[in-house]
C-alpha cells in the first residue's frame, strides 16, 4: 500500500519551543517536499529534498530546517516556535516524473 | 508573479450540473500540470495529469481537464457532479523538481 505518513496529526506548542515534525514514506521515492497550508494562500513550498542528505530551500524556508538521514524519512524542524507558524503542514513524495503523494497533514498550533 | 492561477476561490452548482473549474498558468519550461483534490481534514489526493500528447485527459471520478498552450489554461470538468464531488481542488504545475499550486477553488454542490 503506496503511503505517506505524518506524525503527529495534531500539535500544540508554545511560541519558543522546538518542534518536529516527522514524515514517512513507504514507496522508496527520491523526492520529499514539506508544505503549509494556509487559508486563501493555498500550498507553500518550504523545502525540497532529492534523496539522503541532499536537501533544497523552498519558496518559505525562514525559520525551518529539515532533516533526511533515509529515504524513507524526511523530519520538518522548527527552533523556537513562533506564532505565526501556525498552519497545517504537509509532507509529500514522489518519484520522477510520477503524481505526487501527500500525507494527511499535521496541524500544528503555536500559543 | 503568480505561476499558477485559480480565478475562482468559490464555485456552487448543483447536483447533476456540469461545472468548470479554471487554471492558468505561466511558465517557459516543459509544461506538466495536475489537478489535485483536498476533502475537508484530508490531504491531497491526485485527480489528472497532462504532460504531453492529447490535450484532453482523463481523471478519476469522471473529472477531465483540457490543455490549451494558446491559452495557457488547464481547466479542469466534469459533466455531472455529485455531493460527494464538494472539495477544494487545486491546479499544480511541475517546475522541475519543484511543484507550485494555485490558491484552490472551493467547489460545493448542493444535493
Known amino acids: 500500500d503506496m503511503k505517506v505518513t505524518q506524525m503527529p496529526r495534531y500539535l500544540i506548542k508554545r511560541m519558543g519551543e522546538n518542534v518536529l515534525l516527522e514524515c514517512g514514506q513507504d514507496m522508496s521515492h527520491e523526492t520529499m517536499y514539506w508544505y503549509r497550508q494556509d487559508p486563501g494562500l493555498g500550498l507553500q513550498l518550504i523545502y525540497i529534498?532529492?534523496?539522503?542528505?541532499?536537501?533544497s530551500e523552498g519558496d518559505i524556508p525562514k525559520g525551518y530546517r529539515v532533516s533526511r538521514k533515509k529515504r524513507e524519512h524526511f523530519s520538518l524542524i522548527l527552533d523556537s516556535a513562533k506564532t505565526n507558524q501556525t498552519s497545517v503542514y504537509f509532507c509529500?513524495?514522489?518519484?520522477?516524473?510520477?503524481?505526487?503523494?501527500f500525507g494527511k497533514g499535521t496541524r500544528l498550533t503555536v500559543v | 508573479t503568480q505561476t499558477v492561477s485559480q480565478s475562482d476561490a468559490h464555485v456552487t452548482v448543483f447536483e447533476g450540473d456540469s461545472v468548470e473549474l479554471r487554471c492558468n498558468y505561466s511558465y517557459g519550461g516543459s509544461i506538466y500540470l495536475s489537478w489535485y483534490i483536498q476533502h475537508h481534514g484530508h490531504g491531497l489526493q491526485f485527480l489528472l495529469k497532462y504532460y504531453s500528447g492529447n490535450p484532453v485527459v482523463q481523471g478519476v471520478n469522471g473529472f477531465e481537464a483540457e490543455f490549451s498552450k494558446s491559452d495557457s489554461s488547464f481547466h479542469l470538468r466534469k459533466a455531472s457532479v455529485h455531493w460527494s464531488d464538494s472539495a477544494v481542488y487545486f491546479c499544480a504545475l511541475y517546475m522541475g523538481y519543484k511543484l507550485t499550486f494555485g490558491t484552490g477553488t472551493s467547489l460545493l454542490v448542493d444535493p
Open positions: 529534498s532529492y534523496d539522503v542528505d541532499s536537501n
Open positions: 509529500a513524495s514522489r518519484q520522477g516524473n510520477t503524481e505526487v503523494f
